[in-house]
């Protein structure tokens, strides 16, 4: 049975050069991640647990963590929170040097929240492979504020805020303007990228407004209050990958973490497919605000969290708009009978096929096919055209589901909200999103802003399943090999 986790590949020794993407990527996530553990001491923890849950799976099967492809190892994925487009575009410019690139368009206008965004994340297998790290990144869209006042309060503070040091910005312009020919940068500069990166990301203690104005954009939105009040976008989570997220869930309860009550995603499944996420609620931190006295005024705020994720299989169009649709179904079913959501989820998702054949031979998931090293080209008698069940029947080629790397708007607006005091406390509804995105004019608006496309994630699987079909018969010398049924 094929595995959504991809086998380990080729090791290259080639020692990386300091501004490498795939390397600065590494770097930024490492230092990230360890800056992150020293903020949120709850968030090492988490990371803790799940490696030792990680630990007892991979021992019942004779294997260590060891065993597990780097990409597994290194992977997380975090989400910040910007205000203004001059920030959105500067992020962009950033992460570009990291080898990460927009992908997938997320009207967070369709869950209740004033926010748009992408994930930034690499694009090419080869990046994929050697560190997946995205980032889940929004942007403040002022005409969804409801307040002209607040409207006006919030852009007026936004617009002094320095997010980028001049020296992360000098070094931004320098490294887009650097080629072969010109002056190289340096280990140190590259050094500096990190340290003046890690400042964007960085929790601060200090607001930089008034208690007064804090809970007036609170009124307004929580994410707003978020955004506008803080000299950085603090990071609000970052996220493990874990073979068992089940399994987290029930440590994570046993430990007396404060767990989220239910796990977001599709239920469990033989044959995993698109994304589960759980978190340990917001902590709620001290906070010292803008006052008339120098020490300030007291007060809290609730925003960062830690995550856990288990990713399974990258889904078609077709398998997406089944995806869609049984869950909408289960959201109307929970709803009309009053009945536990996980338990209604897991009955109407027995519609979805759970064999890795089945789901194949249906189109429902994106494959990675690859020709066995002993069936190169000259050792068949095929010649033009043949159908990749032949290629799989006989052993000449093998699959693998490939992973998905993106997220589902409805299940992070269940880990955002449950953080807002839960859909009834905090008073913000989710609804489903279309697989197709509702506003293609806010696409546009938002590529324009970053000065580049943004393409759909689907679109990506599709291309590297073609990719691998093409590599296919160029190794074994056909003309054509036919997935369709």
């Given at each position: 049975?094929?595995?959504?986790?991809?086998?380990?590949?080729?090791?290259?020794?080639?020692?990386?050069?300091?501004?490498?993407?795939?390397?600065?990527?590494?770097?930024?996530?490492?230092?990230?991640?360890?800056?992150?553990?020293?903020?949120?001491?709850?968030?090492?923890?988490?990371?803790?647990?799940?490696?030792?849950?990680?630990?007892?799976?991979?021992?019942?099967?004779?294997?260590?963590?060891?065993?597990?492809?780097?990409?597994?190892?290194?992977?997380?994925?975090?989400?910040?929170?910007?205000?203004?487009?001059?920030?959105?575009?500067?992020?962009?410019?950033?992460?570009?040097?990291?080898?990460?690139?927009?992908?997938?368009?997320?009207?967070?206008?369709?869950?209740?929240?004033?926010?748009?965004?992408?994930?930034?994340?690499?694009?090419?297998?080869?990046?994929?492979?050697?560190?997946?790290?995205?980032?889940?990144?929004?942007?403040?869209?002022?005409?969804?504020?409801?307040?002209?006042?607040?409207?006006?309060?919030?852009?007026?503070?936004?617009?002094?805020?320095?997010?980028?040091?001049?020296?992360?910005?000098?070094?931004?312009?320098?490294?887009?303007?650097?080629?072969?020919?010109?002056?190289?940068?340096?280990?140190?500069?590259?050094?500096?990228?990190?340290?003046?990166?890690?400042?964007?990301?960085?929790?601060?203690?200090?607001?930089?407004?008034?208690?007064?104005?804090?809970?007036?954009?609170?009124?307004?939105?929580?994410?707003?209050?978020?955004?506008?009040c803080f000299p950085s976008a603090h990071i609000n989570h970052l996220t493990p990958r874990t073979l068992d997220i089940d399994a987290v869930q029930a440590e994570m309860i046993a430990q007396g973490l404060p767990a989220k009550e239910c796990i977001e995603g599709p239920p469990r499944?033989?044959?995993?497919?698109?994304?589960?996420?759980?978190?340990?609620?917001?902590?709620?931190?001290?906070?010292?605000?803008?006052?008339?006295?120098?020490?300030?005024?007291?007060?809290?705020?609730?925003?960062?969290?830690?995550?856990?994720?288990?990713?399974?299989?990258?889904?078609?169009?077709?398998?997406?708009?089944?995806?869609?649709?049984?869950?909408?179904?289960?959201?109307?079913?929970?709803?009309?009978?009053?009945?536990?959501?996980?338990?209604?989820?897991?009955?109407?998702?027995?519609?979805?096929?759970?064999?890795?054949?089945?789901?194949?031979?249906?189109?429902?998931?994106?494959?990675?096919?690859?020709?066995?090293?002993?069936?190169?080209?000259?050792?068949?008698?095929?010649?033009?055209?043949?159908?990749?069940?032949?290629?799989?029947?006989?052993?000449?080629?093998?699959?693998?589901?490939?992973?998905?790397?993106?997220?589902?708007?409805?299940?992070?607006?269940?880990?955002?909200?449950?953080?807002?005091?839960?859909?009834?406390?905090?008073?913000?509804?989710?609804?489903?999103?279309?697989?197709?995105?509702?506003?293609?004019?806010?696409?546009?608006?938002?590529?324009?802003?970053?000065?580049?496309?943004?393409?759909?994630?689907?679109?990506?699987?599709?291309?590297?399943?073609?990719?691998?079909?093409?590599?296919?018969?160029?190794?074994?010398?056909?003309?054509?090999?036919?997935?369709?049924?």
């Amino acid at each position: 049975m094929p595995s959504a986790i991809p086998p380990s590949e080729t090791v290259h020794h080639e020692e990386p050069t300091p501004w490498d993407p795939d390397h600065l990527r590494t770097r930024f996530v490492r230092a990230l991640s360890d800056m992150y553990r020293a903020e949120v001491p709850l968030y090492g923890k988490l990371v803790d647990l799940v490696n030792n849950v990680d630990t007892s799976i991979l021992q019942s099967r004779g294997q260590s963590l060891s065993d597990l492809p780097s990409r597994f190892q290194l992977e997380r994925h975090g989400a910040i929170r910007l205000g203004t487009q001059q920030e959105m575009r500067m992020i962009g410019r950033l992460f570009a040097l990291m080898g990460m690139y927009p992908v997938g368009y997320y009207d967070l206008k369709m869950v209740g929240f004033p926010l748009h965004g992408t994930a930034f994340r690499p694009r090419t297998e080869e990046s994929l492979r050697k560190n997946p790290f995205r980032v889940f990144t929004t942007v403040l869209r002022p005409k969804l504020i409801s307040s002209p006042a607040v409207r006006e309060m919030a852009t007026s503070i936004l617009s002094t805020r320095q997010l980028f040091s001049a020296k992360l910005v000098e070094l931004i312009d320098h490294a887009e303007t650097t080629t072969p020919d010109s002056v190289k940068l340096t280990t140190q500069d590259a050094d500096s990228l990190i340290t003046e990166s890690l400042k964007i990301f960085k929790w601060h203690s200090r607001s930089s407004v008034p208690l007064e104005t804090y809970l007036t954009l609170k009124t307004e939105h929580p994410m707003v209050a978020d955004i506008v009040c803080f000299p950085s976008a603090h990071i609000n989570h970052l996220t493990p990958r874990t073979l068992d997220i089940d399994a987290v869930q029930a440590e994570m309860i046993a430990q007396g973490l404060p767990a989220k009550e239910c796990i977001e995603g599709p239920p469990r499944r033989k044959c995993e497919i698109l994304l589960r996420q759980t978190s340990f609620k917001a902590l709620e931190e001290r906070v010292i605000f803008a006052g008339g006295a120098e020490q300030g005024v007291d007060g809290t705020h609730t925003a960062r969290f830690g995550e856990v994720e288990q990713r399974g299989a990258a889904v078609t169009r077709k398998g997406r708009e089944l995806y869609d649709t049984l869950l909408a179904k289960a959201v109307r079913k929970s709803e009309r009978e009053d009945k536990d959501a996980d338990a209604v989820l897991k009955e109407v998702f027995a519609e979805y096929p759970d064999d890795w054949e089945t789901l194949r031979k249906e189109e429902l998931v994106y494959f990675r096919y690859r020709v066995a090293e002993d069936k190169m080209a000259g050792g068949h008698n095929w010649k033009g055209s043949v159908h990749m069940d032949t290629l799989l029947k006989e052993g000449v080629a093998s699959c693998e589901p490939i992973t998905y790397e993106d997220f589902l708007p409805f299940s992070a607006a269940g880990i955002f909200t449950s953080n807002l005091g839960g859909e009834k406390d905090g008073g913000h509804e989710r609804k489903l999103q279309r697989t197709e995105e509702e506003s293609k004019r806010s696409r546009v608006q938002l590529e324009e802003l970053l000065g580049r496309t943004i393409p759909s994630e689907i679109d990506l699987y599709d291309e590297l399943q073609s990719d691998s079909v093409k590599e296919c018969e160029t190794l074994l010398g056909l003309s054509q090999i036919v997935l369709e049924v």
